[in-house]
């Protein structure tokens, strides 16, 4: 699993990743009441803004980690938008994209790099 400074995962299988908030995002955001989820078939750029979460607490846009093509959205957050906050990096993924640029997933931090960055937080 890789992460930006935004606080996006990524979960690279194969050609395509799984993408979603992490759990310190969907902990500063608190109870997640609505999601707006990215369109199939739609192609997003990295760092374009392709989701919204919205918690009782701010309305957030989700930036996409990677560029490609959304093949997937996990249409469960749509009537149960709980379960980000549930399992923000298994079960709550926001989307699934088949990655037009694999080398972009290196440049995101591993765990340890993020974990790092959020100490700095």
Same mark, same amino acid.
């Given at each position: 699993?890789? %992460? =930006?400074?935004?606080?996006?995962w990524?979960? *690279?299988?194969?050609? +395509?990743? /799984?993408?979603?908030i992490?759990?310190?995002?969907?902990?500063a !955001?608190?109870?997640?009441? %609505? &999601?707006? /989820?990215? @369109?199939?078939?739609? +192609?997003?750029?990295?760092?374009?803004? %392709?989701?919204v *979460?919205e #918690?009782?607490?701010?309305?957030?846009? *989700?930036?996409?980690?990677? #560029?490609?093509e &959304? $093949?997937?959205?996990?249409? @469960? !957050?749509?009537?149960?938008? @709980? *379960?980000?906050?549930a399992?923000?990096e298994? +079960?709550?993924?926001l989307?699934? $994209?088949?990655? #037009?640029?694999? +080398?972009? &997933?290196?440049? /995101?931090?591993d765990?340890d790099?993020?974990?790092? %960055? !959020? #100490? =700095?937080?």
């Amino acid at each position: 699993m890789r %992460f =930006t400074k935004d606080h996006e995962w990524v979960l *690279v299988e194969g050609d +395509t990743a /799984l993408v979603g908030i992490s759990a310190y995002a969907a902990d500063a !955001l608190g109870d997640v009441v %609505f &999601v707006e /989820l990215p @369109e199939v078939g739609k +192609t997003v750029n990295q760092g374009d803004s %392709f989701a919204v *979460v919205e #918690s009782v607490k701010a309305a957030s846009d *989700v930036y996409a980690p990677i #560029s490609g093509e &959304v $093949i997937a959205a996990n249409d @469960e !957050l749509s009537s149960s938008p @709980e *379960v980000i906050n549930a399992a923000p990096e298994g +079960t709550g993924w926001l989307a699934k $994209i088949k990655l #037009s640029d694999a +080398t972009q &997933v290196e440049a /995101l931090m591993d765990r340890d790099a993020y974990e790092a %960055f !959020l #100490s =700095t937080l």
